[in-house]
């Protein structure tokens, strides 16, 4: 039944590409101030978009907001057709790579328990994996080229070693959309250049769209069909060549001096 909405929702239409994901005048307060206001943008299917801006910009929030893990005080998301609160019944549907992954590094968990987390909404909780839960696993190993490796503990791979085994994670579902946060952050250049093959790779078999948040605009510029960039509001959305070339950039940018000593914070904290 609740399979039928995602199903229906990419049925539905004239065949042109759906609006994925639509956000629409999203604001989101933490603490005492808005640290996102007024973001408004669409995603169309199979759309890889770039989300840039500074440190403390609002990016993950804006992912986290999407995925329902934080309620925004004003506004509208729409992702998949659901609202976050209809969502939170369909997350099988998006991968998600978190920007921080907490994990012990001693704690003995393998590669495999890591990919097989991942599952745990389509298994339910206090069951078992079946058959067909294992193979979906093992197949996104392979996918991501770390067969073989299923048994060794996460903390014993290296860095980009673990950015394949999250996203293995992240594809281990019925994924359509793959919200990617800071995904290639500390790879060296080999790394990042294998990484992306990999991903765009898989965007193209699985016909994925991709949020990807990134402060490295060079990727952005080879990879990306749409980038935006905000810094607590939006202030560019465009192709990577309209985003990257345009005079707003810089504003943006110098906007992080005025957020940090706390002016225009929106949110009467000034
Ligand atoms: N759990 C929280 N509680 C209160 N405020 C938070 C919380 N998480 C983030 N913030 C604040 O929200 C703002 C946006 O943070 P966010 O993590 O979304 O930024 P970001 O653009 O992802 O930055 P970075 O590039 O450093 O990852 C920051 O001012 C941050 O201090
Ligand atoms: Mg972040």
Redesign the pocket.
């Known amino acids: 039944m609740r399979e039928c909405r995602v199903k229906d929702f990419f049925a539905a239409g004239n065949g042109s590409p759906r609006l994925v994901i639509d956000v629409e005048d999203l604001w989101v307060r933490?603490?005492s101030h808005y640290?996102l206001e007024g973001i408004t943008f669409s995603l169309r299917e199979g759309t890889f978009l770039g989300v840039i801006?500074p440190?403390?910009?609002?990016?993950?929030?804006l992912v986290k907001a999407m995925l329902g893990l934080i309620k925004p005080s004003r506004g509208r998301i729409t992702v998949l057709g659901m609202s976050p609160g209809e969502l939170k019944h369909e997350l099988h549907h998006i991968g998600y790579m978190p920007?921080q992954v907490l994990f012990d590094p001693y704690f003995p968990v393998s590669v495999y328990d890591v990919v097989m987390m991942g599952r745990t909404c389509c298994i339910g909780t206090f069951r078992l994996p079946r058959r067909g839960d294992r193979e979906v696993v093992q197949e996104s190993i392979a996918a991501v080229g770390l067969q073989g490796m299923e048994g060794k503990p996460i903390g014993e791979l290296s860095g980009g070693q673990q950015k394949r085994a999250f996203l293995a994670r992240a594809i281990c579902l019925e994924t359509s959309i793959l919200l990617l946060d800071e995904p290639t952050a500390g790879l060296d250049m080999d790394s990042q250049e294998n990484f992306m093959d990999l991903l765009m790779r898989l965007k193209e078999e699985k016909g994925l769209t991709v949020v990807f948040v990134s402060h490295d605009v060079n990727i952005l510029a080879r990879f990306a069909d749409e980038m935006v960039c905000i810094n607590r509001t939006m202030h560019l959305h465009g192709r990577p060549r309209e985003v990257l070339g345009s005079e707003r950039l810089k504003e943006a940018y110098r906007c992080e001096f005025d957020f940090l000593a706390g002016k225009g914070t929106g949110g009467g904290e000034a």
Do not use: C, F, S
């Open positions: 933490r603490d640290v801006g440190n403390g910009a609002g990016k993950t929030t920007q």
